[in-house]
């Protein structure tokens, strides 16, 4: 597959949505938590508590919708403010009772609007990059279609961040890419291509530690292997000292590039 | 000689063809448009008032080094891992002639050091719109890092002037990782109790104002200045809206709540060292 085949498969609407993987993993165990008490509810993110096995865990996931009906409900998985901050507020929550938190991201990237930028969109994203990184309680981030730019940063500083073998993770989309560099984004495959934005490429480059061969929605079996490496994964950094964890988050992302820099 | 003679001088280059080369010869530098109001300043006045329009107060851009020379005690600023510099870490097409013609200017789109400002020891990072754009790349925002790691170390305030168009996408990922990996910075100079202060100068956007500018204790901004997440360009092609009048300004970005202070470039220092003090940072013993 090329990098924009990816790109399309990445964005296709017949792939699992993050309510879908919740639906699967975690079943009746998962309860809906709303808000982020200071503006309103974001629908674009989904978000609450559920079992993993015997651990309860805080689950956050930015959903697309699998329909149309359900994708304009939910911002076609574009957070505005209030949905980062409904994020932070159940990871500070998570914090609290030491429950491991799992994010699931699919997002093209945090929503450009007005509204959005007047409620301060930049400084929601850079308040959860700041948190996230000493949050006290274990975090993973798992990116199961899309990762667009900031808004999915926004829910990816984590200890470990994991991507399924068609997601993609970039700092711009190649449409978007294309039309800034070249005036063209009917060049986008060219600049899907060099913006190194898929799985393989992640993983060579050290930003992604595991990448995941993609489930579909009917296939139970998948979505219990994939719930048993989280529960593993989880479980052990539940076990470290908090600030041993902290100190790992923070390194792992001070080491990424850096062996390239010329001093 | 015939008393009409003086009627009217005889001007000997009238007729020649050497006229438009005797004209006298402004160099265009000398003038400066104010884009604003449209003066036409001087451009050495217009340098003396801190590259402020002194007709409506329009505050053009200055380089990094103009910004350093603003802010620090005179000759004070140590400048910290200057020669650090990113290269093609993705092989991205015609990164690597961008990168050149950008370093004939600057190493890299940031400045980091120490200095004294009104005799307090503080580190200094100035983001350089010289250097395509101030875009942040695995440099930018290791310098950035590595300023925060100093000041965190040393118990230092640190001072951070922002101006950039937001992450580089030239280096891809690994540009969107230098946002967690300086809030991360950010956020442990914090948690030791230290002071940071960010100046948000025009333009500010994307993944910087994303990070490290929305994270000071305290927020200022030059007047005008565009700050914002999703620039105007980005909203109106993106999502076909129009945008209302002085959207995204600082004045805008104040009254909805997300910047302490919009500040005049002429009191910029005097209200850094005012606030540097009132955190009890002391001055240095000459």
């Given at each position: 597959m090329?990098?924009y085949?990816?790109v399309?498969?990445?964005r296709?609407v017949k792939?699992p949505?993050?309510?879908?993987?919740?639906?699967?993993?975690?079943?009746d165990?998962f309860?809906?938590?709303h808000g982020?008490?200071?503006f309103?509810d974001?629908?674009a993110?989904?978000?609450?508590?559920?079992?993993?096995y015997?651990?309860p865990v805080?689950v956050i996931?930015?959903e697309?919708g699998r329909?149309?009906?359900?994708?304009?409900?939910?911002?076609?998985?574009?957070?505005?403010p209030e949905g980062?901050?409904?994020?932070?507020?159940?990871?500070?929550q998570?914090e609290?009772?030491r429950?491991?938190?799992?994010?699931?991201?699919?997002?093209?990237?945090?929503?450009?609007?007005?509204?959005?930028?007047?409620?301060?969109?930049?400084?929601?994203?850079?308040?959860n990059l700041?948190?996230?990184?000493?949050l006290k309680?274990p975090?993973?981030?798992?990116l199961i279609?899309?990762?667009?730019?900031?808004g999915?940063?926004?829910?990816?500083?984590?200890?470990?961040?994991?991507m399924?073998e068609n997601a993609?993770y970039s700092?711009?989309?190649?449409?978007?890419c294309?039309s800034?560099?070249?005036?063209?984004?009917?060049?986008a495959?060219?600049a899907?291509?060099?913006?190194?934005?898929?799985?393989q490429d992640?993983?060579?480059?050290g930003?992604?530690?595991r990448?995941?061969?993609?489930?579909?929605t009917?296939d139970?079996a998948?979505?219990?292997s994939?719930?048993?490496?989280?529960?593993?994964?989880?479980?052990?950094n539940l076990?470290?000292?908090?600030?041993v964890l902290?100190?790992?988050?923070?390194?792992?992302?001070?080491r990424i590039?850096?062996?390239h820099?010329?001093? | 000689?015939?008393?009409f003679?003086?009627?009217?001088?005889?001007?000997?280059?009238e007729?020649?063809?050497?006229?438009?080369?005797?004209v006298?010869?402004v160099?265009?530098?000398m003038?400066?448009?104010?884009?604003?109001c449209?003066?036409m300043?001087?451009?050495t006045d217009?340098?003396?008032?801190?590259?402020?329009?002194?007709g409506c107060?329009h505050?053009f851009?200055?380089s990094?080094?103009?910004?350093?020379?603003?802010?620090?005690?005179?000759?004070?600023?140590?400048?910290?891992d200057?020669s650090?510099a990113?290269?093609?870490i993705?092989?991205f097409?015609g990164?690597d002639?961008?990168?050149?013609?950008?370093r004939?200017?600057a190493?890299?789109s940031?400045?980091?050091?120490e200095?004294?400002?009104g005799?307090?020891?503080?580190v200094l990072?100035?983001?350089d719109?010289d250097?395509?754009?101030g875009?942040?790349g695995?440099a930018?925002?290791?310098?950035?890092?590595r300023?925060?790691?100093?000041?965190t170390e040393?118990?230092?305030p640190?001072v951070a002037?922002t101006?950039?168009?937001?992450?580089?996408?030239?280096e891809g990922?690994?540009?969107?990782?230098?946002?967690a990996?300086t809030s991360?910075?950010v956020?442990?100079?914090?948690?030791?109790?230290?002071?940071?202060i960010?100046?948000?100068?025009?333009?500010?956007t994307g993944?910087?104002t994303?990070?490290?500018?929305?994270?000071?204790?305290i927020i200022?901004?030059?007047?005008?200045?565009?700050?914002?997440?999703a620039?105007p360009?980005?909203i109106e092609q993106t999502?076909?809206?129009?945008?209302p009048k002085?959207?995204?300004?600082?004045?805008?970005?104040?009254?909805?709540?997300?910047i302490?202070?919009?500040v005049?470039?002429?009191?910029?220092?005097?209200?850094?060292?005012?606030?540097?003090?009132?955190h009890?940072?002391?001055?240095?013993?000459?």
């Open positions: 090329t990098a085949e990816k399309t498969a990445a296709d792939k949505t993050a309510v879908d993987y919740i639906a699967n993993m975690f079943g165990s309860i809906e938590l982020d008490r200071r309103a974001d629908k993110i989904v978000a609450g508590l559920a079992m993993l015997d651990t805080t996931g930015i697309k329909n149309t009906k359900e994708r304009v409900e939910r911002n076609f998985g574009q957070a505005q980062y901050r409904k994020a932070l507020r159940l990871m500070k998570a609290k009772f429950r491991p938190v799992l994010c699931l991201v699919d997002t093209s990237g945090a929503y450009p609007g007005i509204g959005a930028e007047e409620r301060g969109q930049g400084q929601a994203i850079a308040e700041m948190e996230m990184m000493a309680t975090v993973l981030t798992i279609g899309e990762g667009g730019s900031g999915a940063l926004a829910l990816a500083v984590a200890d470990e961040v994991w399924m993609v700092v711009i989309s190649p449409e978007g294309a800034i560099l070249w005036k063209d984004s009917a060049k495959p060219e899907a291509e060099a913006l190194k934005m898929t799985a992640l993983f060579d480059l930003v992604v530690e990448i995941i061969r993609q489930p579909k009917e139970k998948m979505f219990e994939l719930k048993l490496l989280i529960s593993r994964t989880l479980t052990k076990s470290l000292d908090p600030d902290t100190e790992q988050r923070y390194k792992r992302f001070r590039g850096t062996g820099l010329i001093t | 000689m015939n008393i003679s003086f009627v009217k001088p005889k001007n000997e280059l007729n020649s063809d050497d006229t438009k080369q005797n006298p010869f160099p265009e530098e003038w400066t448009r104010c884009p604003k449209n003066t300043l001087l451009t217009m340098e003396e008032n801190l590259n402020v329009c002194t107060n505050h851009r200055m990094a080094a103009q910004r350093v020379e603003l802010l620090a005690d005179e000759g004070s600023f140590c400048e910290h200057a650090l990113g290269g093609n993705l092989d097409p990164y002639q961008k990168l050149e013609k950008a004939k200017n190493k890299e940031v400045i980091c050091g200095c004294l400002m005799g307090v020891r503080t990072c100035v983001m719109a250097f395509m754009m875009s942040m695995t930018t925002g290791e310098k950035i890092t300023a925060f790691e100093l000041a040393r118990r230092l640190v002037v101006v950039s168009g937001g992450a580089r996408m030239q990922i690994l540009s969107l990782m230098q946002m990996k991360g910075a956020k442990r100079h914090s948690d030791a109790g230290l002071l940071y960010t100046v948000l100068t025009d333009p500010t993944g910087v994303a990070s490290f500018a929305m994270e000071g204790d200022l901004a030059e007047p005008d200045t565009l700050v914002a997440f620039g360009r980005v999502m076909r809206q129009k945008l002085d959207f995204q300004t600082s004045e805008f970005v104040l009254q909805k709540g997300f302490d202070a919009v005049n470039r002429q009191s910029l220092k005097p209200t850094l060292i005012k606030l540097l003090k009132l009890g940072c002391r001055e240095e013993k000459k």
